[in-house]
C-alpha cells in the first residue's frame, strides 16, 4: 500500500514523515507499523510511536530538545510489546 506512494518517484526525491490511516475503511491498519514501514521503505527517517496506539511526527517530538540515541534491539513489528501477540489498536 505505502509503496504506491512513491508513484514511480525515488526515494532521492520523495519523503514522507508521517502517514496516518483513519476512516471505516481503514480500520484495520495500524498506522504504527505503517509509520515502521516508512522507514523500512526508506521513505521515512524515524517513526515515533506512543499509548494509546497513536504515531507523532518525529519533528514535533524532537525539535529544539536534547535527545538521547541508544541502538538497542526490538521484537518484530508483528510481535508487539515484549513479544506477547500482534499490535492491537
Do not use: W, Y
Amino acid at each position: 500500500m505505502l509503496e504506491s506512494l512513491l508513484d514511480n518517484l525515488t526515494t532521492e526525491r520523495l519523503e514522507i514523515d508521517m502517514v496516518e490511516f483513519s476512516g471505516i475503511e481503514f480500520r484495520h491498519v495500524d498506522n504504527r507499523v505503517m509509520s515502521l514501514m516508512l522507514v523500512q521503505l526508506g521513505l521515512s527517517g524515524a517513526a515515533i510511536s506512543g499509548p494509546p496506539a497513536r504515531c507523532f511526527q518525529p519533528s514535533e517530538l524532537l525539535r529544539k530538545r536534547a535527545i538521547l540515541v541508544e541502538r538497542g534491539s526490538f521484537p518484530p513489528s508483528d510481535q508487539g510489546q515484549h513479544g506477547h501477540g500482534p499490535l492491537r489498536s
